[in-house]
Every structure is written in structure tokens, then in C-alpha cells.
């Protein structure tokens, strides 16, 4: 069974910069030939996806990013990062990765049957 761990998030500033991982474990697959979608859930709010890594190497971009963060696979490392720069206190959220994707909408959170656990992005003012 695949497993994802995500790690990196903490507080910072507005203006500031994160770097968050997605660990890929248990999997015999590379994340380059994995779709694998960074979400976002901030309190009192519905899941949001953010940014995903096709297979292949296309990306997809939520709107509200405009052009602040970037994903990435690493394959030597197994992992999906995501860099997010120019933080606003707007993007304070849990950040989760996800895979196994069905369907024909990255953003939708129910077409995703294996997610992480979480990390903590916030953003001061």
C-alpha cells in the first residue's frame, strides 16, 4: 500500500517562503509516473486542491496561485515538493498530498483514494 508523509510546513511571515515535501513509501512506482496533487484545508473550510504533478511531467495550477508556487517531483528522493513563495495569511492552511487519482477533475478531492496526513502552513501578518 503507498504511503504519503508530508513535512516542511511551519509559521511564517507574509512575504515569506515554505518548501513542503510529499513523501512517496511502500510504492514500486516513481513520482514521475505518479499523479500526485498537493490540497489544502483551512478551518471552517472545504478541502481545496492547490497544485498536481502528472505523469509525464505536466503540472496544473489553482488560480489563487498565480504564479507563487511551483511543484516538483524529485525522483531520487521519492518525493513531490511544493515551493510556495510570497505567502499571503490567506494560505494558512493543513497542506495534504494525494494520489491515486480516478477521474477527469484534479481538483476534485473525492477523485483521490490515498492522502497524507497533513502539514501545517501559517502565514503571519
Known amino acids: 500500500q503507498v504511503r504519503l508523509v508530508e513535512s516542511g510546513g511551519g509559521s511564517v511571515q507574509a512575504g515569506g517562503a515554505l518548501r513542503i515535501s510529499c513523501t512517496v513509501s511502500e510504492s514500486r512506482r516513481n513520482v514521475d509516473s505518479m499523479t500526485i496533487t498537493w490540497f489544502r484545508q483551512a478551518p471552517g473550510r472545504e478541502r481545496e486542491a492547490v497544485a498536481a504533478?502528472?505523469?509525464?511531467?505536466?503540472?496544473d495550477y489553482a488560480d489563487f496561485v498565480n504564479g507563487r508556487f511551483t511543484i516538483s517531483p524529485d525522483v531520487a528522493n521519492n518525493a513531490v515538493y511544493l515551493q510556495m513563495n510570497n505567502l499571503k495569511p490567506e494560505d494558512t492552511a493543513m497542506y495534504y498530498c494525494?494520489?491515486?487519482?480516478?477521474?477527469?477533475?484534479?481538483?476534485?478531492?473525492?477523485?483521490?483514494?490515498?492522502w497524507g496526513r497533513g502539514t501545517q502552513v501559517t502565514v503571519s501578518s
Open positions: 494525494a494520489t491515486r487519482w480516478v477521474g477527469d477533475n484534479w481538483r476534485l478531492a473525492t477523485s483521490y483514494s490515498i
Open positions: 504533478s502528472y505523469i509525464g511531467g505536466g503540472t
